[in-house]
């Protein structure tokens, strides 16, 4: 590396903020997908916007790659430093800044975890008397760990965003640095920001089009009552049917989540365990809202649709405790395949609703013919799929062959009219695969966009785009 | 066929009848560098800047409508000339409806719509046609068709392009078709009318799915099972309430605002919703969503527009004008874009490297 580089660096962030130790590297070698690395050259700790700018000029100056990384917990290789250069860490901005109630947003740096939003928000909402108080809603499955910075460049989604959309429909503004340093803000607190939707296009992008060190998002009202559903049914097929009718209804559930026989093993038998039902091929778990009477009504409806479709066990939770013991083992369900298989790959494509059952057939067998196993965990309401594809990384042969079921798996998601991700991004894994869905027209549009904000490929290059 | 825009006339007046016949529209849109106006139904034809240079339009309005309703994932396709009438009609048909609704619905189209992202009170609830956009059809000028979106509910890969194409008023490329998430019909709808406004907070605590208030009087849409809509209006107390068809008829009056629209001026103010109550309107008809931080105030003139823009952007806000009279418009931006706006043009240069579309009326 050019110490030049290292000791420009230390000058903006302090020398204590740079880290060049090989050693001390290695951390930000990958992401949390684990399953490539490559070593950067270096990696600074700014703790403002303007430290931010100050290393981007620098990058340009020097020509060398740059890459946002939050907690480092996407699963697309979106973190890693495929071309060497700086990582740059926001974990020192990680202050939230404003709890704003009365306009229901609140601002926060980056590197303010997704969980301590609504931590947060819960804490203002004492002073809000009678009321059920707010909560922010994108929740995904690394809410506890990974940050909203990162959550904003992946456009993650989570349990709830059936109901309330997933990250881009809940942030209002955002400041963010361009690759050439300059400082810009984009929307605000008003619901509205006039001109082309620069802050939406920034919300998903990865962080190919610039850093964001500021994000303003929105939070929603919480109900007065929650009702929580469990169902089982003797197939995945079974289980997807009901999905479909539940929608069709008209209630609109907070949540709506399947987990099949492997991935309830799998919690089962980890510290999480909820007492789920090991014999069921398929288990749904629903949540509906509203007021007490409402909710219960909705809960009722539900719970009869399961049953006039096939479910063979249909429970309320009888309470709060619970209902969070239910979701606290879905939640981590992915943490708990190393109970049932010591590596995994997940995918994350998104199939039309109504193919879950195809989807998921289809899936066990591209994965039974590399001679692996899958536990499937997802979000039914909306049909993203996260299979688990289970491998031993000790048999390099194995770590490949889940490599290529797991693009058989997003090649099929397209082929039924889904994508080759719903929430995870294309990153690093998945670039090659976007010629999938879009021609090469479209392509170079996109490259063109990307070339309107980072004109000489500096921010997160190789990533998104083939 | 003569159309005017804020008193321009086009050379030319493009109506094509299918997609093939736009397509090949745009092709001579690049080939004589012809600067170009998309026009749906009409119905805000009135808004933006006045063109620089006008040399044609393209009215897509008379195009086939077609729509594809799908129950099972809760989505429709609708070719942007579909009228919203059509479209509602269609989904109802289905049990489902677009949860939208947007100042001058009635006489809308679907694309119409969504190139201008404009959205009523339930956007507190359901977003706007933005947020709801799934998948997109874009011809650009030129004659490439391009499209954007997997069509699913969830779906990330590569940039954000709907985002971009939604509430671009046609500047970026003509949409020709759109997905969009549905809504089931609810169990119950009601809307109830207060002789009074509510304090923020209080307005918030009833929960309501949209809120207007117009001529001092409240109006809250509630919608959802019996027990709720039951439990809701009963924390209101007092006040007139109105269910079913009746409920849908004086919501939809209400919100299609067209009595507003009929005056020669219409400025939409936005602010974070705290602070829109200060908001210095100019007398006139007003029409706020106070949920949302949005007024629309029809006036007779511009005087004192100004002022509102000073406070609007101290703020954080924006004040655009959406009609006035072509003369009160000729020298200044009616969007009220302040910042940015050289990465717009940028991004719109990325679609449209002539600028051949929309002639200086929005970037």
Known sequence: MDRRLARALASIVGEENVLVDPAELLVYEADGSLVTATRPDVVVFPGTAEEVAGVMRLAREFGVPIVPRGSGTSLSGGAQPVRGGIVLSLARMNRILEVDLDNEVVVVEPAVINAWVNEAVQRAGYAIAIDPGYQYAPDPGSQRVSTVGGNVGHNSGGIKCFKYGVTVNHV????????????????????????????????????????????TIRVVPLFEAVKTILATFDSADAAGSAVSALVRSGVRPLAVELMDKEAVEAVESG?????LPRDAEALLLIDVEGSEPGASQDAEKVASILRAHGANMVRLASD???????????????????????NYVVEDGTVPRKALPLALNRIREIVAAHGLRVANVFHAGDGNLHPLILYDE??????????????????????LGGTITGEHGVGWHKRRLLPLMYSEVELDLMRRIKAVFDPDNVVNPGKVLP | MSIAVDGVEPRY???????????????VVERDGLNTLIVGRGSKLFMGNVPRRLDALIVVGGMQPAVEVDEDELVFSSSASTSYDELRRELNRHGLRW???PPLARFSSVGGIVASNMYGPMAYWYMTPRDQLLRVRLALVGGSMTTWGAGVIKDVAGYNVRRLVAGSMGVLGVITEVKMRAAALPEEVAVAVLDRTLDLRALRKLKPVGAVEVDGRSYMRFEGNRAEVEYRLGSMGAGDVLYGREAEELWGDLTSMAGLFSEPVVLKVVAPPANLSAAPLPQGKTFRVPMLGVAYVATGSIVGLNDLRAWASSVGGHVAVLKAPPEAKAHMDVWDIRGNRDLMARVKEAFDPRGLLGAGRYI
């Not at chain 1, 510290?271 to 007492?275: D, N, V």
């Not at chain 1, 709060?320 to 010591?342: N, Y």
């Open chain 2, 99 to 101: 949860p939208v609704d």
């Open chain 1, 320 to 342: 709060g405790d619970e209902a969070q013991k239910w979701w606290a083992a879905r939640k981590q369900a992915f943490g708990a395949m190393g109970f049932v298989g010591p």
């Open chain 1, 394 to 415: 000790r048999d390099p042969a194995q770590r490949d062959a889940a490599l290529r079921a797991g693009e058989e798996v997003l090649r099929m998601c397209v082929e």
């Open chain 1, 172 to 215: 209002r503004g955002l400041e963010v640095v361009l690759p050439n340093g300059e400082v810009r803000r984009l929307g605000g607190k008003a619901f509205e920001a006039p001109g082309l939707d620069l802050t939406g296009l920034f919300v998903g992008s990865e962080g190919t089009l610039g850093v964001v060190t500021k994000v």
């Open chain 2, 13 to 27: 007046v493009f109506v094509p009848r299918t997609v093939e016949e736009l397509l090949d529209v745009l092709a």
């Open chain 1, 271 to 275: 510290p999480y365990a909820a007492g």
